[in-house]
């Protein structure tokens, strides 16, 4: 399993950091503490919905550190449960102390580069307990540790330590905000999501016309940026937005802009010398 996981976690380059960002203060400031984690070399934690690129912010604060060159390991807390999540973060160690970590544990595997713990809130309290010891600096060695979630839960009665009591460990934490809260960013995450489905689906880029994003800019997105990506993806699929426009319009209680004026096409402006990955 442990090798498994970690032939996975392979990716090249990521958004340019105002895609990844946008325009809002709010996440402007994200990206600041973000960098000041890197130049601290400190556990990060970055919390926030669903959908809306935790694992890209991670991907981007290890490739922004002085661990770049490391490898960047993921683990999804989510996945497992119990004894076997702990024995692939720290390995078959026998016992519970924090400086038992075995070379072929997740841990051991990122050594000299970043730990990402993805879904922590999922993890049980005798795991949230050693995993706070690391996250505290007493035994991650060389290696760092990101964690995301979506949302913790409290203690219950009888619990010793929770993920919420876990999230206190870290000297560094962001939120992202969901994509409801930043709609001034749906331009620019659009001409990136064309741009990136456009080269791996090896389709020709569509165009996208001022109606329809005006439309997914009144759309609430549950879903976050992964629900945009998802509509993207069939316009770059079909080639042409209609094929999606009555949908998404019906999905999201809009009014119906195509049957009210003809189609007004438009290219997105794309930045040419961007190079896009995973």
């Given at each position: 399993m442990t090798e498994e996981t970690a032939r996975i976690?392979?990716?090249?380059?990521?958004?340019?950091?105002?895609?990844?960002?946008?325009?809002?203060?709010?996440?402007?400031?994200?990206?600041?503490?973000v960098e000041q984690a890197m130049r601290d070399d400190l556990p990060l934690l970055i919390e926030g919905e669903s959908g809306t690129g935790k694992e890209i912010i991670a991907r981007y604060a290890h490739l922004n550190s002085g661990r770049a060159s490391g490898p960047?390991?993921?683990?999804?807390c989510g996945s497992m449960r119990g004894a076997m999540l702990e024995k692939e973060i720290f390995g078959a160690a026998l016992g519970t102390a924090s400086h038992n970590i075995d070379g072929d544990s997740l841990i051991g595997m990122a050594e000299g580069g970043t730990l990402f713990c993805d879904d922590i809130a999922e993890?049980?309290?005798?795991?949230?307990?050693?995993?706070?010891n690391v996250v505290s600096g007493a035994a991650s060695g060389s290696t760092r540790i990101v964690c995301a979630s979506s949302g913790f839960r409290h203690r219950g009665a009888g619990e010793q330590l929770s993920s919420d009591d876990l999230s206190n460990h870290f000297a560094h934490r962001v939120h992202i905000l969901p994509l409801r809260e930043r709609k001034q960013d749906i331009p620019v995450l659009c001409e990136y999501l064309i741009h990136k489905l456009a080269q791996n689906l090896d389709r020709p880029m569509p165009r996208i016309s001022t109606d329809v994003l005006a439309s997914f800019e009144?759309?609430?997105?549950?879903?976050?940026?992964?629900?945009?990506?998802?509509?993207?993806?069939?316009?770059?699929?079909?080639?042409?937005e209609e094929a999606i426009g009555f949908d998404f319009m019906r999905q999201a209680g809009l009014r119906q802009v195509f049957a009210a004026r003809p189609h007004r096409g438009v290219h997105v402006r794309l930045n040419r010398r961007s190079r896009f990955g995973r």
């Amino acid at each position: 399993m442990t090798e498994e996981t970690a032939r996975i976690l392979r990716f090249t380059k990521l958004p340019e950091a105002d895609q990844i960002f946008g325009r809002t203060m709010k996440m402007r400031a994200v990206r600041m503490e973000v960098e000041q984690a890197m130049r601290d070399d400190l556990p990060l934690l970055i919390e926030g919905e669903s959908g809306t690129g935790k694992e890209i912010i991670a991907r981007y604060a290890h490739l922004n550190s002085g661990r770049a060159s490391g490898p960047f390991v993921r683990v999804n807390c989510g996945s497992m449960r119990g004894a076997m999540l702990e024995k692939e973060i720290f390995g078959a160690a026998l016992g519970t102390a924090s400086h038992n970590i075995d070379g072929d544990s997740l841990i051991g595997m990122a050594e000299g580069g970043t730990l990402f713990c993805d879904d922590i809130a999922e993890i049980e309290p005798g795991l949230c307990r050693r995993l706070a010891n690391v996250v505290s600096g007493a035994a991650s060695g060389s290696t760092r540790i990101v964690c995301a979630s979506s949302g913790f839960r409290h203690r219950g009665a009888g619990e010793q330590l929770s993920s919420d009591d876990l999230s206190n460990h870290f000297a560094h934490r962001v939120h992202i905000l969901p994509l409801r809260e930043r709609k001034q960013d749906i331009p620019v995450l659009c001409e990136y999501l064309i741009h990136k489905l456009a080269q791996n689906l090896d389709r020709p880029m569509p165009r996208i016309s001022t109606d329809v994003l005006a439309s997914f800019e009144q759309w609430d997105w549950p879903g976050n940026i992964r629900e945009l990506e998802n509509w993207i993806a069939r316009i770059v699929i079909f080639g042409t937005e209609e094929a999606i426009g009555f949908d998404f319009m019906r999905q999201a209680g809009l009014r119906q802009v195509f049957a009210a004026r003809p189609h007004r096409g438009v290219h997105v402006r794309l930045n040419r010398r961007s190079r896009f990955g995973r």
